[in-house]
């Protein structure tokens, strides 16, 4: 089963409300909201009201995606704004199993996202800690950025790392999917695909564009 989930960094601001309820209805197993601090990132987008803003249009699950620094000082507020699962950088974290056990104990999916720039050991002595692993395949901070190909062999790997331990953590990927690379991610062992630009656009629907999705991975 492969989870399609639109972040809301491509979407219509003016019209938020209705491009959750559109994803909502074109069938999504999630929607991804990307915080950025202006900090770890080179951009400022969304904050805690806009969490709770969602919670209260949609079901779907709600993935924030803290894209900022000392994600530690922010985690009890955006749980208990409606998110479903927490994302933190390990790059941002000094102390990332510490974070990652906070997230659970705040009741709610503890979810670690590594840049293009890391290599997988990082994760080594967290994977018991990790409820899903976000691979992104793109230097995060803006949508519409090309997929870094080399991501692939990393998101392999780690498939190969987590079967080997046994863990069936999900691997999420984000940045540049669409209907060329989602199946060499799938194919790669990606079961959570964020997209962006490539569903929030002008040349479909929401419904078309996730279809399209869809199908380019032959469910
Ligand atoms: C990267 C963000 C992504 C971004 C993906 O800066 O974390 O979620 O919105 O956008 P696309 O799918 O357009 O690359």
């Known amino acids: 089963m492969i989870a399609i989930e639109p972040s809301i960094l491509s979407a219509d601001y003016t019209h938020l409300e209705e491009q959750a ?3 909502e209805t074109a069938a999504v197993e999630g929607i991804q909201v990307d915080v950025m601090d202006g900090q770890f990132v080179p951009n400022i987008t969304f904050g ?3 969490v709770r803003a969602l919670r209260n249009v949609v079901n779907v699950t ?7 620094v000392e994600p530690e000082r922010y985690l009890k507020e955006f749980a208990d704004s409606g ?6 950088h390990q790059e941002a974290c000094i102390h990332l199993h510490r974070v990652l ?5 705040l009741g709610i999916e503890a979810g670690v996202a590594i840049n293009p720039a890391t290599p ?4 080594e002595e967290v994977l018991e800690l990790a409820d899903i692993i976000q691979v992104m395949t793109v230097n995060p901070g803006f949508g519409g950025q090309e997929f870094i190909q080399s991501q692939l062999s990393k998101i392999s790997h780690l498939r190969q790392i987590l079967d080997e331990r046994g863990y069936h953590t999900p691997i999420a990927v984000d940045g540049g999917i669409d209907t060329t690379t989602a199946p060499l991610v799938v194919k790669a062992g990606a079961t959570v695909l964020v997209a962006g630009s490539s569903i929030y656009n002008e ?3 929401v419904a078309q564009n996730v279809a399209a999705l ?6």
Do not use: Y
């Open 21 to 23: 309820r559109e994803a």
């Open 48 to 50: 805690p009201g806009i």
């Open 62 to 68: 709600l993935d924030v995606h803290l894209m900022i």
């Open 83 to 88: 998110a479903d699962r927490l994302f933190v």
């Open 101 to 105: 056990q906070t997230i659970r104990e």
């Open 120 to 123: 997988l050991n990082v994760l």
């Open 203 to 205: 040349k479909g629907t």
């Open 214 to 219: 869809r199908a380019s991975i032959k469910e």
